[in-house]
């Protein structure tokens, strides 16, 4: 015979048929099979990988900013009018006259542009970590396409206020896909919905903004962090010289993970929320199709991109050297490695030698090349008398091959004892030169796109 | 085990129950590849761009500039919504250039000090018939027909022409009286 019970009690029972707070132990063993949300951790992890220092907690900021935009998108579609001729006033009524509109759209901004500084990291900290050997492989993979993915979400958002910066970033950037060979312009007359940016690119943008783009990055979520959890959790951090531990010592995920997780997230709330309260994101001039501003410059996760073309020729900057980029992007996980090195930070104590000493090297030479290329090639002088197909583009890249050559025959030697220290070197030595690049056409260039000091 | 095996093969052969159904999986998988065929279809013909149509005297349409004794040798004037310069080379030649940078489609102004086009975004600078000066830019800035009846200078912007450098032939000249 059935307890007795109140409405509000039975009521209760039938959405939280498992008590909030677990109390005892076999409560929280019950607990994530109850949970929904939790239900994508895994029961117990390896006590180890709590630490701060393998994880930084990047892949849960990740998580915690894409929620974060999912949440402050859906506010500002109902005041957002997708159209070429309102878009632009509709903004503006958004941060004057809606009520923490300002806020609502600062805090979009903000958790955007960071997402891409925290899944670059996050990216970093996955590589540097060797977390991406088996059985984590196809997770590297997962990882890439959530990358392209949120750059996709960034671009196409760039677009909707329909102003200055909008338009001309836009232009230039969906400009790049008429340099792919064969399919390119027809490719970018369906990106732009025609011959050029108009009210059709904004359509379509703003449906792969907020439809497409949030769709597949909550399905591509929810497939990364299973396969984290299949993997049976992370990567178990470890001195050069310790063997790999078979089988280390698990603790309940609650709640020891939950409420780091949980630090991690309250912290990047905070640190969002003042960012947006004290730092407008920006809005210019209404879109002007027929005056580019000087100087016209790509957002910035895209500046590397922009310094390459300023010295190269176009199809080389934005068709064969990404190209090249994203393969050897996607082979990583896939290379014949014979040691196991997963959870120690930099392969081994070589290896932290080697990659201190080639992002040294990257460091000092791109900065020099770019300013060999700005003062001393000029027309009339040197190989600039080539076709700039190969001047510009062919010479540059095969230059750019050898390096790669060069780098990984001089760390790995003459045995195989040492392929996965080189093919770190050949990533350190790409990874920072993308990140001068990246820094040069953000501070350093100014007006026509010259060099300047920012200070 | 070998026999099993050869059992089962001839089975699966004449058994005419296990035919038709391999018959049908294969079927299935059939209609499966011609449903996703039609799907990508259906998602290329949404996205395909639709042809916008052009009003009178704006981009898209044939402009009329202007009389040829109105541009002097040597000038570009400004044409803002036929999205092209009326470029009047020293001879006398007239050119419609675009003011869309070959690059990446930034919009160049003319520089009447420098006597030069000057894209604002990678650097990229043409002379006065859109001939590349400074790359980056790949080639000159397209052009549109020009032609001239009665005096009058008309530009049809609905044809863009591409061109790697200038030549003589692509400039217009009104006819001498
Ligand atoms: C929206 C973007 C992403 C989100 C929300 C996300 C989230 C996460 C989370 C929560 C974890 C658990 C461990 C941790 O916090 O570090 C993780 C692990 C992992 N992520 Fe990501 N991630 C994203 C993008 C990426 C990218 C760009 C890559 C690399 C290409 C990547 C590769 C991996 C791998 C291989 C693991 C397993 C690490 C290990 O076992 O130690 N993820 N991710
Ligand atoms: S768009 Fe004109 S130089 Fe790049």
Redesign the pocket.
């Known amino acids: 015979m059935p307890e007795r019970t109140t409405l509000r009690r039975r009521v209760w029972q039938s959405v939280f048929p498992v008590p909030i707070i677990p109390r005892t132990e076999q409560q929280r063993r019950r607990y994530f099979f109850a949970h929904l949300v939790l239900h994508f951790r895994p029961a117990t992890v390896p006590e180890k990988?709590l630490k701060l220092s393998?994880?930084?907690?990047?892949?849960?900021?990740?998580?915690v900013?894409?929620l974060l935009q999912i949440g402050t998108g859906l506010l500002l579609k109902f005041v957002y009018e997708p159209t070429a001729t309102a878009a632009y006033e509709s903004i503006r009524a958004l941060m004057t006259e809606v009520p923490f509109g300002l806020l609502v759209r600062n805090l979009h901004h903000w958790c955007a542009n960071l997402?891409v500084l925290v899944?670059?990291l996050?990216?970093m900290?996955?590589?540097f970590?060797g977390?991406?050997h088996p059985p984590?492989q196809f997770?590297?993979?997962?990882?890439?396409l959530?990358?392209g993915?949120?750059l996709v979400a960034n671009l196409t958002g760039y677009l909707l206020p329909w102003d200055q910066l909008s338009f001309w970033a836009i232009t230039v950037s969906t400009g790049m896909l008429e340099y792919i060979p064969g399919i390119g312009g027809e490719l970018q007359e369906t990106i732009r919905g025609g011959t050029e940016i108009g009210p059709a690119t904004l359509r379509i943008f703003f449906a792969v903004h907020t439809a497409v783009v949030p769709l597949a990055?909550g399905l591509?979520?929810a497939f990364?962090?299973w396969?984290?959890r299949k993997?049976g959790?992370?990567?178990v951090p470890r001195a050069p010289k310790d063997d790999p531990d078979p089988d280390p010592v698990r603790v309940p995920a609650i709640p020891n993970l939950l409420v780091r997780e949980a630090t991690v997230a309250v912290v990047l709330v905070a640190v969002v929320m003042m960012l947006s309260v004290f730092f407008n994101a920006p809005l210019a001039e209404p879109a002007n199709p027929g005056l580019s501003p000087n100087p016209t410059k790509a957002p910035w996760y895209f500046s590397g991109l922009q310094e390459m073309l300023l010295h190269l020729h176009p199809t080389f900057a934005v068709f064969i050297i990404p190209a090249l980029v994203a393969a050897a992007?996607v082979c990583i996980p896939y290379g014949n490695y014979n040691q196991n090195i997963d959870?120690v930070w930099f392969v081994s104590q070589y290896g932290r030698h080697t990659a201190l000493k080639t992002a040294a090297a990257a460091i000092v030479l791109t900065p020099v090349l770019i300013a060999m290329d700005e003062w001393m090639i000029k027309p009339g002088r040197w190989f600039i008398d080539l076709p700039p197909q190969i001047g510009r583009g062919l010479l540059p890249t095969t230059l750019l091959l050898a390096v790669a050559v060069g780098v990984y025959r001089l760390v790995k030697g003459r045995t195989s004892a040492f392929r996965s220290e080189a093919v770190q070197a050949v990533f350190v030595f790409f990874t920072v030169t993308f990140v001068v690049l990246t820094i040069t056409g953000l501070w350093f260039r100014g007006k026509g796109m010259l060099l300047v000091w920012p200070w | 085990m070998k026999a099993n095996k050869m059992e089962k093969k001839i089975d699966k052969a004449v058994d005419p129950l296990e035919r038709r159904r391999s018959f049908l999986t294969r079927l299935w998988f059939w209609l499966a590849a011609v449903a996703l065929a039609e799907l990508i279809y259906l998602i290329t013909s949404f996205l395909h761009p639709r042809k916008p149509q052009a009003g009178r005297g704006e981009f898209g349409a044939v402009i009329e500039a202007g009389a040829v004794d109105r541009f002097k040798p040597g000038s570009v004037t400004a044409f803002p919504r036929g999205q092209f310069y009326l470029s009047r080379l020293d001879d006398g030649g007239f050119l419609a250039v675009s003011r869309t940078c070959t690059h990446l489609g930034c919009s160049v102004p003319w520089e009447e000090k420098e006597k030069q086009f000057a894209c604002p975004c990678h650097g990229s600078i043409f002379d006065i018939s859109g001939s590349v000066i400074n790359t980056p830019a790949p080639r000159a800035l397209d052009i549109f027909p020009v032609s001239i009846e009665n005096n009058i200078v008309k530009v049809d912007t609905a044809v863009r022409m591409k061109r790697s450098v200038f030549h003589k032939k692509q400039a217009v000249y009104p006819q001498k009286i």
């Open positions: 990988t393998l994880t930084w907690g990047l892949g849960g900021m990740a998580a900013l894409v997402l899944i670059f996050h990216m900290r996955v590589f970590t977390a991406f984590r997770n590297w993979i997962i990882g890439l959530l990358f993915l949120v990055l591509l979520m990364h962090f396969r984290t993997a959790g992370l990567v992007l959870g």
